[in-house]
């Protein structure tokens, strides 16, 4: 069954390091989303890539970066770790194609601790 | 894209109806009212999706006026199983412009 995952599953870090977090799906998607999710603010969009090569921006972008080699992966790097980072971080994918609706798949997190 | 404004929490026994309602007053023309479930430790997942009139599906039902400017969202009969996080979301549909924005959410907590 196609699914959308996310490694590692929780995460220690220290400030200052860098830190890339992995999402795959195998939906063959061309969509595919970061968002992070604190406490009061719900999910706020980090980055997105409409397909392979393309990154755009999202709300709160500033500190992270993407990059999107292929149609599987949408590594999500933290270039300098910060204490305000410390969130929950989630990955999703949507089709674009022929799709009826804005279905995005999420997957299951990653639980990240800035120290 | 739209803002939306929704309870930040309900509270609900098993077995009743539940009517969660969202407040869009800037939907576009070409904005559709989409429908996510968050449990605990788990992404949203997709419920319903709607534009105008109702919406139904096996897990819920969505109403929209004929203004558009709010919309509902019914969860008949739940059980403990539906306590979760609802988000209302407002955007257009497919395409390149499918990026959504998540509010807050109305947290749902059913008793027994």
């Known amino acids: 069954d196609a699914e959308i995952t996310q490694s590692p599953r929780h995460k220690i870090t220290e400030t200052g390091r860098q830190v890339t977090l992995a999402c795959h799906q195998t939906?063959?998607?061309?969509?595919m989303f970061w968002y992070r999710q604190d406490l009061g603010h719900g999910l706020r969009l980090i980055h997105y890539?409409?397909?392979?090569?393309?990154?755009n921006k999202g709300e709160v972008s500033d500190g992270y970066s993407v990059s999107r080699s292929n149609t599987e992966d949408l590594p999500l790097t933290l270039e300098s770790a910060a204490s305000s980072q410390t969130s929950v971080y989630f990955c999703?994918?949507?089709?674009?194609?022929?799709?009826?609706?804005?279905?995005?798949?999420f997957g299951p997190g990653t639980r990240l601790t800035v120290l | 894209l739209a803002k939306t404004t929704q309870p930040i929490s309900m509270d609900s026994y098993e077995g009743q109806e539940v009517n969660i309602t969202c407040s869009h007053n800037?939907?576009?023309?070409?904005?559709?009212i989409t429908w996510y479930q968050q449990f605990p430790s788990q992404g949203p997942r997709f419920i319903i999706q709607?534009?105008?009139t109702k919406v139904t599906n096996e897990v819920a039902s969505l109403f929209i006026p004929a203004d558009r400017k709010s919309s509902t969202l019914s969860l008949p009969r739940v059980s403990l199983s539906d306590t979760a996080v609802y988000y209302c979301?407002?955007?257009?549909?497919?395409?390149?412009?499918?990026?959504?924005?998540f509010g807050t959410g109305t947290l749902l907590a059913v008793q027994p």
């Open positions: 800037n939907i576009a023309t070409n904005d559709y």
């Open positions: 979301l407002v955007g257009p549909y497919g395409g390149a412009t499918n990026k959504l924005i």
């Open positions: 890539s409409y397909g392979v090569q393309d990154t």
């Open positions: 939906w063959n998607h061309n969509n």
């Open positions: 709607g534009y105008k």
């Open positions: 999703a994918s949507s089709d674009d194609r022929g799709s009826s609706y804005n279905e995005q798949f």
